[in-house]
């Protein structure tokens, strides 16, 4: 199952834990109002009509390796130089209908969990924030309450759902979170040829791009899904995969209510940031111009002609449009389990205790 692998992890990072000093916040942030306003934008947004003017796939389809544009992505890669490891179907249960005959050298982590430059854990006493395939019509409240607390986090978009709640996306990205790619329509990525999973990550890729006017690097596969093939084509386009730091869903109601009740507890433990911030990359995407705020003292803005802008004056159309708790949308992916595999210190064992319930909340099985 996918999220066999994902429970047992867990337990067992909960369990070797080693204390650490942290930084307890102050007070659990105040719940939203009924009527949030949307805060002013970090990042300058590139305007938009209402309307996309890119041409993309079908929503929760497999994308198209046919179309003009995917073909002059393939031509951009070097595809001689990805290893030759065998695509991988999967059941309709999740699990791969052959295990035995996927290779040990092709370091295939839904078998083996094996990690190959993947990104997998923060520093000491630091929790990694991410949230999962956004953003959908449960976005709103979720992005709502991390304003409380000016908290920002990695949000791992899926294609189809961003054209399908452009607002939402639009809205997270002038915030300053740091967004990146989740595929376009959330399939195991093993399960994918070289060309599929290439066209799946360039039109989502696309999207954001259209909406929020950068270029994410950073990609975590669905359910966790990965070998070297699919790391091979993820380093020549340029992208960092990100493991299970830790696996929280903007997906339905009940996971945002799960986040929105735990983050609290998360944050007076641990140092909680997103997953770029932890690592120090204040240039997380293909942009070096824009900088998100990392744990050494980067702070978000675009810098143009050596003007760095960081708040909201740049784009006041880009508010108007960026969307809120009562945005509309339709959810476009239809996976009912969630995981959590946390690769985190706790300080104390009342801590680890906590840490425990809040982990068994946030997986909602």
């Known amino acids: 199952m996918y999220l066999k692998l994902s429970v047992i992890a867990a337990l067992a990072t909960f369990a070797t834990a080693a204390p650490s000093t942290t930084t307890t916040a102050a007070g659990a942030p105040a719940a939203p109002s009924s009527s949030p306003s949307v805060p002013a934008s970090l990042i300058p947004l590139p305007a938009f009509s209402g309307t996309l003017v890119g041409v993309y796939p079908p929503q929760d389809k497999t994308a198209p390796t046919d179309t003009p544009l995917v073909k002059q992505w393939l031509q951009e890669l070097n595809l001689t130089a990805i290893p030759t490891w065998p695509v991988v179907p999967f059941t309709a249960a999740g699990d791969p209908q052959n295990p035995t005959a996927i290779p040990a050298a092709s370091c295939d982590w839904t078998e083996t969990n094996c990690i190959n430059k993947d990104l997998t854990t923060c520093p000491l006493g630091v929790w990694g924030l991410t ?35 452009p607002a939402l996306a639009r809205r997270a990205c002038g915030a300053g979170h740091h967004i990146a790619v989740h595929t376009w329509s959330h399939n195991p990525s093993t399960s994918l040829t070289n060309e599929q999973f290439v066209a799946e990550v360039k039109y989502t890729e696309m999207a954001i791009k259209e909406l929020c006017g950068f270029t ?42 799960a986040a929105i009740a735990n983050l609290p507890k998360v944050q007076a433990t641990w140092k909680t940031m997103p997953v770029s911030a932890c690592m120090n990359d204040a240039h997380p995407y293909k942009e070096k111009n824009i ?37 509309s949308g339709s959810v476009s992916h239809s996976t009912t389990g969630s995981g959590a595999v946390v690769n985190v210190a706790v300080s104390s064992v009342a801590v680890l205790a906590v840490a425990a319930v809040t982990l068994g909340q946030m997986m909602l099985l």
Do not use: C
Request: glycine share 8%.
């Open 131 to 165: 949230y999962d395939d956004g953003p959908t019509e449960f976005s709103g409240k979720l992005y709502d309450f991390l304003d409380t607390t000016d908290q920002k986090a990695t949000l791992f978009y899926i294609g189809s759902n961003v054209i399908q709640n």
């Open 291 to 327: 900088t998100l705020a990392t744990m050494d003292g980067a702070k978000t803005g675009v810098t143009n002609n050596s003007t760095t802008s960081s708040t909201a004056a740049a784009s006041a159309s880009s508010t108007a449009s960026a969307g809120s708790s009562t945005a």
């Open 216 to 257: 994410p690097t950073y990609f975590r596969p669905p359910y966790g899904d990965i070998d070297d093939r699919i790391r091979s084509l993820l380093w020549a386009m340029g992208y960092t995969s990100t493991g299970h730091m830790t696996l929280e869903h903007e997906l339905y109601q009940n996971t945002v209510d």
